[in-house]
């Protein structure tokens, strides 16, 4: 068996015991732009791919495109709404 074969057979298992229901819940899109922290005039344009845990609560996974082929995750962000931030500390 060569490498190649031996690598279509895993490829082949795998898809047929995994599930993507996790990612399948993220149902919104949104397209933002991220700033620098130490560089302000760069900017990255961010899509978030989110699912909402409650009324109160997103979770998104960040990409640095929405081209299938070339998106890369970049980070995971939690929306939370005004009342929920509201009860943060001020040093959160």
């Known amino acids: 068996m060569t490498m190649e074969q031996h690598f279509v ?3 082949a298992s ?5 599930s993507f ?3 399948n819940q993220m149902s919104q899109h949104v397209c933002t ?3 620098y922290s130490h560089d302000l005039s760069r900017q ?3 899509h978030h791919y989110c699912s909402r ?3 109160q609560f997103l979770q998104c996974a960040v990409y640095d495109s929405d081209d299938p082929n070339k998106g890369r995750l970049i980070g ?3 929306i939370i709404s005004d009342d929920v931030f509201e009860t943060l500390p001020p040093e959160e």
């Open 9 to 11: 057979d895993k490829s």
């Open 14 to 18: 795998a898809m047929m015991v995994q």
């Open 21 to 23: 229901k996790p990612i």
């Open 33 to 35: 732009f991220a700033m």
């Open 44 to 46: 990255i344009e961010t």
């Open 53 to 55: 845990l409650s009324n």
């Open 76 to 78: 995971v962000e939690y």
